[in-house]
């Protein structure tokens, strides 16, 4: 884990970059307690621990399926899916994938024991944090985190995409959804600890996998929540991701912006979605 110290930023963005509809803005100063985040999101190897004491079985495992992108499940997988989802047609359910199966009954992670784990519910993400002595962060703390000391940028690591023309996350390059170039070297997952870290130690908060932070989720976030240690608890039909995917590209989904936000209800979980915990200092 890693302090965070108490302060004083700029959340949220004001910039035509931004999808209003997602509730981005308006850009306001919010001030946070000092607590603490770890600099990775959680891993295969952390979540099999967790496992193994507990016994825990996700939500994935008891629906006995999970949305897998098209291009990651094998050709064999591909043809048992029975459903495409008509909004969204590069996610197959898939029967049997879970977090040691991502792709389905077929794949494993034997190889990537250091990548984020994968399908895992909200509702698996809190259990975890309970198991470990922690929490998710919330919305505010993980946007603060996030900027790394930075003050009004895109990144967490500056404004331009690419610095000194290296890869700086892992995202989608190529035309999504049908052609994945990887030139930031990753088609699915990368390790937690790929690229440079940001100005607070911190891995990865843009791009590779979606992280769950504690807020429900509303696009009304920065107009109805306070400006100290601001959460929105009142329950929606949905709780708050953020730091986008390896399957975000600018054209279809710029969300791997320190200020951009999703969503998704809190029994779904998806093969481009993990959590990374926090804790309180007090
Ligand atoms: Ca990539």
Redesign the pocket.
Known sequence: MVTIPAGEFMMGTNSPEGFPADGEGPARMVTIDSFQINPYAVTNADFGRFVEATGYVTEAERFGWSYVFHLLASAETKERVANVPQAVPWWLVVHGAYWAAPEGLDSNISERMNHPVVHISWTDANAYCEWAGGRLPTEAEWEYAARGGLERKTYPWGDLLKQDGK?QC????GKFPIK?N???????T?PVDAYEPNGFGLYNVS?NVWEWCSDWFTPAYHKVTRDLNPHYNKRTDKRSMRGGS?LCHRSYCNRYRVAARSSNTPDSSTGNCGFRIARSLV
């Open positions: 890869h892992n995202i989608w390059q994945n990887a030139s930031d070297g990753y088609i699915g990368a791009g390896y």
